[in-house]
């Protein structure tokens, strides 16, 4: 599925390259997913599945944040529409991968064409192109309390002494890691003196240049150039791959082709259906397509003079998930009929009630075995 252009949708997570768990993980680590490690490709040629948690703890998955995410972009795809048993996750082979990158997968949905990339989600370790481009960052975490060695500078001597270098000199002491810092005191009460690089120079500096004292320090941060976790969404081939697992034909009949587009993406999410147009029925219509558009649900009224029959399969073939049919006992016991796109299946309920219904529905705080 190669064309000119394309839509591309990114999440960089940033976290700290030595802790990469997540603080939600839990609440995804019973997800379970079809895998298609890099061993399997060499081997088995098969997909395994297994719950995101397992894939962590086996090692397969690098880390928690890196599996966080990848059950989020398969909860994603699932509710949009694309088929559990046409989702996998294939694993990058070393070769494939970014020489920053420590693991990656591919988010692959089956289609006619195959199975096609249409998610990266990678690991992107702690990158040195980061690094270029906006230098370490700060990670807080609980403050804590280390001893550090911290320099006390004899700015005068060593100006005199080293006259234009001084500058230089006094930052590069002042900038010293702990452990360089602790190195050039025990050189310094060795031997009197301590060798000091400064760019492409090296100069002696004396004891009674500098000394070092240890102190207590409470620690809020550290500069860490951070690990990243990007998902990549190919939008236009995830649009590709949920039409191809929306659309088929009803059972037995060619004929009535069915979208089944996601109640939570499908453009209309109710048609309105008056079983005649007569006096009585009209207004009823009215009343359910304005209460459906208060509870933010957009409909579409179908008033053709085609067959009920008809009318649903119409509504059927462009995705629509609910059909509420206004007809004659309406105007008696205000009920309307309600049919659910996938099953056919119909119920009745209070007019009163159907926009709340459908919504509930839509929404998915309500399932259609429970409405």
């Not at 310094?188 to 002696?204: C, E, F, H, P």
């Amino acid at each position: 599925l190669r064309v000119r252009e394309f839509t591309l949708a990114e999440i960089e997570h940033f976290c700290s390259p030595d802790n990469k768990d997540h603080p939600k993980f839990d609440s995804v680590r019973d997800t379970a997913m079809y895998f298609y490690s890099r061993e399997a490709q060499d081997t088995t040629h098969s997909e395994v599945l297994m719950t995101i948690g397992e894939a962590v703890d086996k090692g397969m998955v690098n880390n928690k944040t890196l599996g966080y995410f990848m059950a989020r972009v398969a909860l994603f795809l699932w509710e949009v529409g694309v088929s559990k048993t046409g989702l996998r996750f294939r694993q990058h082979h070393a070769n494939e991968m970014a020489h920053y990158a420590c693991d990656c997968w591919d988010a692959e949905i089956l289609t006619t064409h195959g199975w096609v990339e249409s998610v990266g989600v990678a690991d992107r370790d702690a990158s040195t192109s980061l690094s270029m481009l906006h230098g370490p960052m700060s990670v807080f975490d609980e403050p804590i309390t280390q001893m550090a060695m911290r320099p006390k500078i004899n700015k005068g001597l060593i100006g005199k002494e080293f006259r234009q270098a001084a500058a230089s000199i006094n930052s590069a002491i002042e900038g010293l890691e702990d452990a360089a810092a602790r190195a050039m005191a025990a050189s310094l009460a060795a031997d009197g003196s301590a060798d000091l690089k400064v760019g492409d120079a090296t100069y002696k500096i004396s004891s009674k240049m500098v000394t070092f004292t240890e102190k207590e320090e409470k620690i809020s941060g550290k500069n860490v150039t951070p690990g990243v976790i990007e998902p990549s969404f190919g939008i236009g081939r995830i649009m590709y791959g949920l039409l191809e697992h929306a659309y088929y034909h009803r059972e037995n009949d060619e004929q009535r082709g069915v979208l089944r587009l996601s109640p939570t993406i499908a453009p209309v999410k109710c048609s309105v259906l008056p079983l005649m147009n007569t006096p009585e029925i009209l207004p009823l219509v009215k009343q359910v397509a304005a209460a459906l558009t208060e509870a933010g649900l957009y409909n579409k009224v179908d008033d053709s003079s085609q067959k009920i029959g008809k009318r649903y399969a119409r509504t059927d073939e462009i995705g629509i998930p609910y059909g509420i049919t206004v007809d004659v006992q309406s105007v008696t016991d205000n009920a309307v009929t309600l049919r659910e796109r996938d099953s056919c299946e119909q119920i009745r309920v209070p007019m009163e009630k159907v926009a709340g219904l459908c919504s509930s529905l839509i929404r998915r705080t309500m399932t259609w075995e429970d409405a």
